[in-house]
């Protein structure tokens, strides 16, 4: 099956600073990757639709000066986040969704970041 | 907006009882997902339903999408402990790409 990885699993940063988490589709050609944030045991925000060669789509709310996504190729978005804060701690997890195949989306580990 | 509303939020049952979630949407759906998470993971694909009133078994797992494609179920026979976890249902807008998440159900299973 079609295997996202994400890296880094978890991060743990200092106020202020910016992290970079990294999105991969492995075996498979990603078109459109999403970034949604999690927090504990509540449902999916979106918070961003990254197509490759594009800028990416924010939802409502989401600070698109904070969350910075590149989405450089086929296989690869990025998601930074700029001058953290810990309100800006939360479990982030990355989806791919496979060129012009279908509208399933293959899931990467997330990411947990703390900032302190 | 679209809104695609997911029930319940809990469910604790006894190993071997049934259990079902729905998901309603507000609008009518291109397509359906379900994902299951288990407890500190991340969502994992189980099915996609495209057809009207279309109906998909995964072993002791039942999926259903309604006729007018605005409702799902997902029923799981005879749980077991392993069952365990959220599950979310995903609605693919007509005409569109986006999807939206149901607020997910957590399944606790007794042994």
């Known amino acids: 099956g079609a295997v996202v990885s994400q890296h880094p699993s978890r991060v743990i940063c200092k106020s202020g600073t910016s992290v970079k988490i990294e999105c991969r589709s492995l075996?498979?050609?990603?078109?459109?990757m999403f970034w949604y944030r999690q927090f504990p045991k509540q449902s999916l925000m979106l918070m961003a639709t990254?197509?490759?060669?594009?800028?990416?789509?924010?939802e409502q709310g989401v600070e698109k000066d904070k969350f910075l996504i590149n989405h450089a190729s086929l296989t690869l978005s990025t998601l930074t986040v700029t001058s953290a804060h810990p309100e800006d701690s939360s479990f982030y997890i990355c989806?791919?969704?496979?060129?012009?195949?279908?509208?399933?989306?293959?899931f990467g580990p997330g990411t947990r970041l703390t900032v302190l | 907006g679209q809104q695609v509303m997911q029930i319940p939020q809990y469910q604790h049952v006894q190993e071997g009882e049934d259990f079902t979630t729905y998901c309603n949407s507000s609008?009518?759906?291109?397509?359906i997902q379900w994902y299951k998470q288990r407890p500190g993971g991340h969502p994992v694909f189980l099915i996609q339903?495209?057809?009207?009133?279309e109906v998909k078994k995964q072993k002791r797992l039942t999926f259903q999408f309604g006729e007018a494609k605005k409702n799902s179920s997902l029923h799981i026979t005879a749980t077991q402990t392993t069952d365990v976890g959220t599950y979310f249902c995903?609605?693919?807008?007509?005409?569109?790409?986006?999807?939206?998440f149901g607020a997910g159900t957590r399944l606790f299973v007794k042994a």
């Open positions: 339903l495209v057809k009207s009133g």
């Open positions: 989806s791919a969704r496979e060129q012009e195949v279908s509208d399933t989306q293959y």
């Open positions: 995903a609605g693919g807008g007509a005409g569109g790409f986006k999807t939206i």
């Open positions: 075996d498979f050609q990603a078109t459109t």
């Open positions: 609008t009518t759906l291109s397509n």
């Open positions: 990254s197509n490759e060669g594009s800028k990416a789509t924010y």
